[in-house]
C-alpha cells in the first residue's frame, strides 16, 4: 500500500496528491525546539519513547530527563536508549528515574568481548510520543549547547512530523535499536540518600523550566501548534541495525540519491566533511551536468573536533576546483545542523554527517521531506547561517584558515591509510 501511495505520488507530483502528507514544523530555533519538546512530553497520556547520543548532568539534559520521570510516574510507558559513549549522567540520576519507572538501555557497552565493535555508535536522535502520533528527528542531544541554556547555542535543525504512519515507521525503527541494547537496572547496592537528593534536584529543575515556559508564553504567545505545516510526502530513513552485519547504510543511499537525482541545484550543511568514494562522485556528477552546489561546514575555529575541520580541506578544495560554492562557518557557536536541500523541494534533516563514521559506524535517523514551504523555511535559515562564513574563492582562501602543523601531519597519516580514514 506505501508502494501504490509512493507511485501515485511520483505521477501526481502537486500538494493534492499528499498520500503520504503529514503535518509538521521546522524547530531550528532553540526556545521552540525546547518548547515543543516539553510541551509534547506533558501531553503525552500512553508512551514516550526517546534515544539520544550525548547527555550530561546539566540544566538542559537534566530537564529532559526531569520531564520523562514524571510521566513514567503519572504511569505513562517510557523507554530512553542512551548510547554507551555519550553518557554522560551520573548513576545517580539514572537510579532516580529507573526507580520511578522509566526504563532505560545502554547502546553498545564498550566491554573486553566487543572491541571490534567499539567505534560503532547509536547516533540517533529521535523522540517518540505515541498517544499523538508525533516524532521528532533532527540533530540535537540533550545538551545545554543545543537550547537556551547556553550562551552559544549551536546551529541546529530538527523537524516535528504528526502523522500515523511516520510514527509507526519510526517506532518500529526504535524497537529494533531498543532490543539490540542492554537494560540499565537499579544498581544492587544503591544509596538511598544520593537517590532522594537527585529526585530533589530533578524537581527543582522541572520547576525552574515550568517557571520559563509560563514566562515565555507572557512574553511571546506564539503556539506552535497552529504554525503546523503540510509536508506533500515524508520518508524515514533507517539504517541496519544489528553489528555483526555487514553495514547496509539506508542514509547513505538516500542521500546518493537526492545528489544523483538534482536537476538545479544542491545545498549542503553539515557540521563535518570527509567524503566517502560514493557521496563524492555523485556531487562530482552533479557539477558536471550543471547542478549548482553550495557547501556550508564548519571552519576549524568553530567546529567542536578540530581535526575534522582540518579532514575536511582535502575534499573541500576538490569541490572548489569542480565549482562548488564553498562557506566555512566561523561562529563563535557550533554548527550542529545536517540538512541537505536539491532542487527547491526536497530535503533531509536528520543526525546524518557526511563523513566517513556515519557513512561505515553508525546508526543514524532522519527523515527526506518534499515539500516547498520546508526547502523555503530552511532556505532562509541557511541564508541566516551565511551572515557567520566566509566564503572560499580560491585554494589560497582554504590555504589561509588556521590550521595545527602537528594536526596536519597526523591527519596526512591518517588519510594515507584507508582503514584510518573511515574513523575521521
Given at each position: ?202 524537581d527543582k529543575v522541572r520547576n525552574i523550566v515550568e517557571r520559563w515556559m509560563t514566562n515565555r508564553k507572557k512574553e511571546d504567545p506564539y503556539d506552535w501548534r ?43 550543511i553539515t557540521p563535518y566533511l570527509v567524503l566517502d568514494p560514493d557521496i563524492k562522485q555523485s556531487i562530482r556528477e552533479a557539477l558536471e551536468r550543471g547542478v ?62 557526511l563523513d566517513m563514521i556515519s557513512r561505515y559506524k553508525n546508526i543514524e535517523s532522519g527523515v527526506i521531506i518534499h515539500s516547498d514551504s520546508v526547502y523555503q ?48
Open positions: 500500500m506505501k508502494l501504490l501511495r509512493f507511485l501515485l505520488f511520483t505521477i501526481f507530483s502537486t500538494s493534492c496528491w499528499a498520500f503520504e502528507a503529514a503535518d509538521g514544523l521546522i524547530l531550528s530555533d532553540s526556545y521552540k525546539a525546547a518548547e515543543v519538546r516539553y510541551g509534547l512530553i506533558k501531553n503525552e497520556s500512553e508512551a514516550i519513547s526517546v534515544t539520544v547520543f550525548t547527555l550530561k548532568n546539566d540544566l538542559s539534559s537534566l530537564a529532559h530527563i526531569a520531564y520523562l520521570r514524571e510521566k513514567a510516574k503519572q504511569g505513562v510507558k517510557v523507554r530512553l536508549l542512551i548510547d554507551s559513549y555519550g553518557n554522560g549522567l551520573s548513576q545517580d540520576f539514572l537510579d532516580a528515574i529507573i526507580a520511578d519507572g522509566v526504563k532505560v538501555r545502554i547502546f553498545n557497552k564498550i566491554q573486553f568481548n566487543n572491541l571490534g565493535y567499539a567505534f560503532n555508535r547509536n547516533h540517533t536522535k529521535m523522540m517518540l510520543f505515541e498517544n499523538q502520533k508525533s516524532v521528532i528527528v533532527g540533530d540535537r542531544n540533550f545538551k545545554d549547547m543545543y537550547f537556551p541554556t547556553s550562551s552559544k547555542t549551536t546551529q541546529s535543525v530538527d523537524v516535528l512530523i504528526n502523522d500515523a504512519s511516520i510514527f509507526e515507521d519510526t517506532l518500529t525503527y526504535f524497537t529494533k535499536i531498543w532490543h539490540s541494547s542492554k537494560p540499565l537496572n537499579l544498581r544492587t547496592r544503591f544509596n538511598p540518600l544520593k537517590i532522594s537528593i537527585a529526585e530533589a534536584k530533578l497552529k504554525s503546523l505545516s503540510e509536508f506533500n510526502y515524508t520518508e524515514l530513513i533507517m539504517d541496519e541495525v544489528d553489528l555483526a552485519k555487514k553495514k547496509e547504510k539506508g542514509h547513505h543511499r538516500a542521500i546518493k540519491k537526492l545528489f544523483d537525482d538534482a536537476e538545479k541545484e544542491i545545498k549542503i549548482k552546489v553550495e557547501v556550508i561546514t564548519n571552519s576549524v575555529k568553530s567546529s567542536d573536533i578540530k581535526i575534522a575541520a582540518i579532514a575536511a580541506k582535502k575534499d573541500l578544495l576538490q569541490l572548489l576546483t569542480l565549482g562548488a560554492d564553498i562557506n566555512l562557518f566561523t561562529g563563535p557557536e557550533l554548527l550542529h545542523a545536517k540538512v541537505y536541500m536539491a532542487d527547491g523541494h526536497k530535503v533531509y534533516i536528520g543526525s546524518y554527517n523555511d530552511l532556505y532562509k535559515n541557511m541564508r541566516m547561517i551565511g551572515l557567520k562564513t566566509v566564503k572560499i574563492n580560491t585554494s589560497q582562501d582554504l590555504a589561509n584558515q588556521k590550521l595545527f602543523k602537528c594536526g596536519n601531519y597526523l591527519l596526512k597519516l591518517m588519510l594515507d591509510i584507508p582503514f584510518l580514514r573511515n574513523f575521521l
